[in-house]
T-cell receptor, first 114, second 115 residues
């Protein structure tokens, strides 16, 4: 039973265009959502997060949108650059069992080509 | 060294071997985590330590045994593993395990192959 789903295993985008990565969740108790980026042979690195009380958070070229009624969030990268090519993981946080637990999606591989 | 380091980066072991994975964080954090990532699957939380106390054992088989001697070091002791345990094992740390949003910092992982 996957509580966080990234239904697109891969995405290909041209350099300079917008990349949109999507994530769906099932648990309405999640209070934070995070995006991580992973390059080969490296661990995931934190990119951007959003609280469940907000619907948008922006950091430079990266914007995360949250639609609580649809239980859906998306990461927009504008403009996309070749260095953005990586696997992107969506994660959701909830306080359970005495600590905050992160539940991850399976990831979407983004390829940005010239 | 900065951030979160893990050794070894690659490990091949037989099903009867005993080995240990090591993780060290240089961030002054108080919570440390072990995750397992199998091919094309989500990261799967295995263990959580908060201020050296184990707060989560996510139904992990006893052939995986964690140890957290202090807030900077975390070990995963392995014995009598199965081929299906082959995966990428990631260590992470965070300021503590209570804060909402709980940004975690990951190490590069140990690629484990069980033969």
């Amino acid at each position: 039973d996957q509580q966080v789903k990234q239904n697109s295993p891969s995405l290909s985008v041209q350099e300079g265009r917008i990349s949109i990565l999507n994530c769906d969740y099932t648990n309405s108790m999640f209070d934070y959502f995070l995006w991580y980026k992973k390059y080969p042979a490296e661990g995931p690195t934190f990119l951007i997060s959003i609280s469940s009380i907000k619907d948008k958070n922006e950091d430079g070229r990266f914007t995360v949108f949250l639609n609580k009624s649809a239980k859906h969030l998306s990461l927009h990268i504008v403009p996309s650059q070749p260095g953005d090519s990586a696997v992107y993981f969506c994660a959701a946080s909830s306080f359970s069992g005495g600590y905050n637990k992160l539940i991850f999606g399976a990831g979407t591989r983004l390829a940005v080509h010239p | 060294e900065t951030g979160v380091t893990q050794t070894p980066r690659h490990l091949v072991m037989g099903m009867t071997n005993k080995k240990s994975l090591k993780c060290e964080q240089h961030l002054g954090h108080n919570a440390m985590y072990w995750y397992k990532q199998s091919a094309k699957k989500p990261l799967e939380l295995m263990f959580v330590y908060n201020f050296k106390e184990q707060t989560e054992n996510n139904s992990v088989p006893s052939r995986f045994s964690p140890e957290c001697p202090n807030s900077s070091h975390l070990f995963l002791h392995l014995h009598t593993l199965q081929p299906e345990d082959s995966a990428l094992y990631l260590c992470a740390s965070s300021q503590d395990a209570w804060a909402g949003g709980n940004e975690q910092y990951f190490g590069p992982g140990t690629r484990l192959t069980v033969t």
